[in-house]
């Protein structure tokens, strides 16, 4: 099929809630992409922080081949290998003790907000209201769109989930003035992606930390899109060396297998026993086997320090761009999620990139976002900068 067909029998049949561009790919290698027509694209999306090791990755194809010649899925009723692998895997390098699959981010988030009210119900006397950040993004499902504190995604969706309180991200005294008696917890993005790549200020998140320390609140953090390395550590958390009592992981986490998981400590999983939550795919043998390959490459092949050395090379070129493109008002982010916010809508800028053989994003509007595969080489993000300076340059 060409570009034009699949466009056609897709907006022909499917439910239209996708502002799509005109391209459909079919084939990927490393930080290249290819469509329906044959035409090459460098790749600075990665379908929005899912391939960070690059498409088609060998590690991930062969352990998927291998999977699937083996066994796709069980159940829940029973164990299986490739869970018991991935969740050992993650419990070793992070701050958690217990892990619970599910099949994306919103689902984490879904799994992280039961268990937040869980314990309070059980731990905490009943309380339950827990805050989250204007600007944030959780998910579409019914509870962690309420958790969303942006009306652009509840609109039309009301009555919404009770019990979330929303607060300026950033802004520490709003988060501790906010707390009341029916508080149970601080939900947020170490960095919002969606909300336009917001950086918070350096001790925000370890002073949230010791608030939830003082006023016996969990702290929850969506790392959905800048976990998984993404931000040159493993998880965003570890730069501020604190750890919160609840994570949630996905995009990324299955390398494009859709895989979802909420990580937490012994004494805070201890309140969901036996029938309290479930999922018949979380954990399904498939994405948890390609899960285990993305998370050993991760730390075995050197993808986090290729991370952090191609964010250095593509803002030091940035700022340089900045310096004579008026239009860029800011250029921020860690590792390799960066944002260039724009004086106007950047959707056209995307586009042009886009038939310029480009591919970036634009969040929030006004805020171009990067999200290359943390494998990417030099010359390949020279490639890629040196089409976005033209289409830069050119709207200037
Ligand atoms: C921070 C964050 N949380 C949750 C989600 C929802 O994940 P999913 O689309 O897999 O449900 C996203 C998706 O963009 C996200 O960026």
Known sequence: MTNREIIDATDRTQVGVYARFPVAF????????????????????T?????????????????????????????NLYYNRPAAELGELLVAHSFADRVFFSNSGAEANEAAIKLARKYGAEQRGGRYEILT?????????????????????QAGFQPLV????????????????????????????????????????????????????????????????????RTGTLFAYEHDSIRP????????????????????????????????????????????AAGTAVLRSLLEDGVLDNCRAMSERIRKRLDAIRASVPMIRDIRGVGLILGIEIDRPGRPLVATALERGLVINCTADKVIRLLPPLTITAAEVDEGLAILEDVLRAAS
């Open 26 to 45: 079919v084939r990927g290698e490393g930080a290249r992409l290819w469509d329906a027509d044959g035409k090459p694209y460098v790749d600075f999306f």
């Open 47 to 75: 379908g929005l922080a899912v391939n960070n090791l690059g498409h088609a990755h060998p590690r991930i194809v062969a352990a998927i081949r291998e999977q699937a010649a083996k066994l796709l899925h069980v159940s």
């Open 133 to 153: 950040m204007l600007g944030s993004f959780h998910g579409r499902t019914l509870a962690t769109l309420s958790a969303t504190a942006q009306e652009k995604y």
């Open 162 to 229: 009770p019990g979330f309180r929303y607060v300026p991200f950033g802004d520490f005294a709003a988060a501790a003035s906010a707390v009341r008696d029916e508080t149970i917890g601080i939900l947020v993005e170490p960095i919002q992606g969606e909300g336009g790549v917001n950086v918070p200020p350096a001790d925000y998140l370890r002073r949230l930390r010791d608030l939830c320390d003082e006023r016996g609140l969990l702290l929850l953090f969506d790392e959905v899109q800048v976990g998984m390395g």
């Open 245 to 288: 009592d609840i994570m949630t992981l996905a995009k990324a986490l299955g390398g494009g297998v859709p895989i979802g998981a909420m990580l937490t400590t012994e004494a805070i999983a201890a309140v969901l026993g036996l029938g309290a939550h479930g999922s018949t795919f979380g954990g399904n043998p498939l994405a948890c």
